[in-house]
Nanobody, 129 residues
Framework: QMQLVESGGGLVQAGGSLRLSCASS????????MAWFRQTPGKEREFVAA????????YYADSVKGRFTISRDNAKNTVYLQMNSLKPDDTAVYYC??????????????????????WGQGTQVTVSS
């Protein structure tokens, strides 16, 4: 059984930066497409960013494009989300997710929640104005 554990969340002022990490235990993620989603109370969970199994392709929501960078280190079984120029609207619980169908490239289903079969518990990011 695979477990995804997010870390790196916290409180930051607008304009600041945070780096989230998602570490996998129990199974290697090196062959899996990985993604970050976020959710605020009363709203649907929304897609943030995704990376192909190799790390060669990335895809971002328009709201974070140019500010966030997703990356992975398959040797460390970890995916990262570097968040720069943070805004109060970025405040949310951030979730890591894995698509366990192996060797998937980014595709039309990349931003869909049902694509991903494993989820972490989330890490809170709060951006103050």
């Amino acid at each position: 059984q695979m477990q995804l554990v997010e870390s790196g969340g916290g409180l930051v002022q607008a304009g600041g930066s945070l780096r989230l990490s998602c570490a996998s235990s129990g199974r290697t993620i090196s062959r899996y497409r990985m993604a970050w989603f976020r959710q605020t109370p009363g709203k649907e969970r929304e897609f943030v960013a995704a990376v192909s199994w190799s790390g060669g392709s990335t895809y971002y929501a328009d709201s974070v494009k140019g500010r966030f960078t997703i990356s992975r280190d398959n040797a460390k079984n970890t995916v990262y989300l570097q968040m720069n120029s943070l805004k109060p609207d970025d405040t949310a619980v951030y979730y890591c997710a894995a698509d366990t169908r192996i060797y998937r490239q980014l595709d039309t289903d990349t931003s869909t929640q049902s694509t991903y079969s494993y989820w972490g518990q989330g890490t809170q990011v709060t951006v103050s104005s």
